[in-house]
C-alpha cells in the first residue's frame, strides 16, 4: 500500500470443528484463511498470499472452540478514518462464514504485538469424555497440581526449540448449576496440546489408572519422559485472551445450560451415552452463540481522525 497504514486489534470466536486449525495452511479451510479472505475481498489488504499481515494471538488446534481471541492487521489509514468500527465490524463479519464471529476492532500503536498477552484462559468439559466419573473434594487438589512455574514437556507436544518452562497462575474446577463438568486453567501462555494432556491426566486420576503422585513425578523430572495421552478436543474452549489494555470480558454463568450425562448403569448403555455427547456438542456451541452474541454488542460511537 502507498497509503500511510494503521494497525488494529480485532477480536473473533469461531467453532473449531468447522475449521482445520487457526492457521493458514494450504488447500484447507483454517480461520486465518477465511479472515483473510474476507479482508482481500473487501480490498483492505493485498490479495497476493505473501502479502498479508494479519496475525492471531493464540494458536487452536482443529476443534478447539474460542469464545474470545485476537489478532491484528494493518489496513490504509485513509480507510480507518472514513468508517466506524461499527460498520467496519459489519463490512468483515457479514463476508466470513457463520462458524467465525467478528466481535469488535481498535486502533494500536504500531510495536502492539497479539502474541504478548497477560495470560489465556482455558475451559475444558470434561464429562463429555467416555466414563468420566466427578472425582468429589479431591478434584480441586488434583487441579492445584498443575499450578506454579515449571517444566511441562510431559504435558505438551514440544515443537524443537520451544521453552518448555509455563507459569500456571490458576487451575479450578469449572463448575455449572452446582455440579463439576471440568476444569478451568489460566497461563501467560500454553505449549501445544498442553491444556489437552492436562485433561487426559485428570481422566486417568479419575479412572484411579494413575495416581496424584505421577503427576507430580512428571511435573518434577521433566526429563523422564510420560505420556499420559491427548483429551479429544471437542470438549476444549479457549475463553479468553487478555491483554494489559483489553481485558477479558465477564460472562454472564446463567448462559451455561449443560444438561447431565447419563448415569451409567444397565439402561444408560453405549448409545444413549454417544446421543448425550452428540447433544452435549450442540450445548458448547449454543453457549458460545450465546457468548458471542453479548460480546458483539458494539456501541454506537464514532472515531475522529487527528
Not at 94 to 120: K, T
Not at 189 to 208: D, H, I, K, Y
Request: negative net charge; glycine residues 6%; charged residues 25%.
Amino acid at each position: 500500500m502507498s497509503d500511510a497504514e494503521t494497525r488494529l486489534h480485532f477480536r473473533i470466536g469461531y467453532l473449531g470443528d468447522a475449521f482445520h486449525g487457526s492457521q493458514i495452511q494450504p488447500d484447507v479451510r483454517t480461520v486465518q484463511g477465511e479472515l483473510i479472505r474476507a479482508f482481500q475481498k473487501l480490498g483492505w489488504i493485498p490479495k497476493n498470499e505473501d502479502g498479508h499481515n494479519l496475525v492471531l494471538s493464540s494458536r487452536t488446534d482443529a476443534g478447539v472452540h474460542v469464545r474470545l481471541n485476537g489478532g491484528t492487521v494493518r489496513v490504509a489509514s485513509s480507510l480507518w478514518d472514513s468508517i466506524s468500527p461499527r460498520k467496519f465490524v459489519r463490512a468483515v463479519d457479514d463476508l466470513l462464514p457463520d462458524e467465525i464471529a467478528f466481535l469488535d476492532v481498535r486502533e494500536v500503536n504500531s510495536e502492539w504485538n497479539p502474541r504478548m498477552a497477560v495470560h489465556r484462559i482455558y475451559r475444558y468439559r470434561l464429562e463429555g469424555i467416555e466414563f468420566w466419573k466427578d472425582p468429589g473434594e479431591e478434584f480441586s487438589q488434583w487441579l492445584k497440581l498443575f499450578e506454579g512455574t515449571y517444566d511441562a514437556r510431559n504435558f505438551a507436544r514440544l515443537e524443537p526449540g520451544k521453552n518448555p518452562i509455563r507459569t500456571i497462575k490458576s487451575c479450578i474446577p469449572w463448575i455449572i448449576d452446582g455440579r463439576t463438568v471440568g476444569f478451568q486453567i489460566i497461563g501467560e501462555a500454553f505449549l501445544w496440546n498442553q491444556v489437552r494432556r492436562t485433561a487426559m491426566a485428570l481422566q486417568l486420576l479419575t479412572l484411579g489408572e494413575i495416581t496424584p503422585d505421577d503427576v507430580r513425578n512428571a511435573i518434577q523430572n521433566p526429563d523422564v519422559e510420560v505420556d499420559f495421552g491427548v483429551a479429544p478436543p471437542d470438549w476444549l474452549i479457549l475463553w479468553g485472551v487478555e491483554w494489559e489494555d483489553s481485558p477479558i470480558p465477564e460472562t454472564d454463568e446463567s448462559n451455561c445450560r449443560f444438561s447431565r450425562p447419563p448415569v451409567p448403569s444397565r439402561e444408560a448403555e453405549r448409545t444413549m451415552r454417544k446421543r448425550w455427547r452428540q447433544s452435549a456438542r450442540m450445548e458448547m456451541k449454543a453457549l458460545l452463540y450465546t457468548e458471542w452474541m453479548h460480546l458483539g454488542q458494539l456501541p454506537v460511537v464514532y472515531h475522529h481522525s487527528n
